[in-house]
């Protein structure tokens, strides 16, 4: 990992965005002290309790919404 001064970024900011783009971590430095780390991106990991999540909240949208004694499904909740 390289590290590079804020001014530098700043001005190579093309150059350095596409260093990381390209895999490599940049560490942004302030008067000689890391302040940020310019890094690839990296989608966020499905894990089991995230798959759970986004079932139940799939599962709620399909029962629907109950108000009053009527229950409303999602389609007739954004239904113009």
Known sequence: ???????EANQQFARILGEAASGEEIVITRRGQPVAVLSPYRAPAMTP????AIEQLLEMMRRG????????????IYER
């Open 1 to 7: 990992m390289r590290s590079v001064s804020a001014r």
């Open 49 to 52: 309790e995230r798959e759970a």
């Open 65 to 76: 919404i109950v108000r009053g004694a009527r229950r409303f499904s999602r389609d007739e």
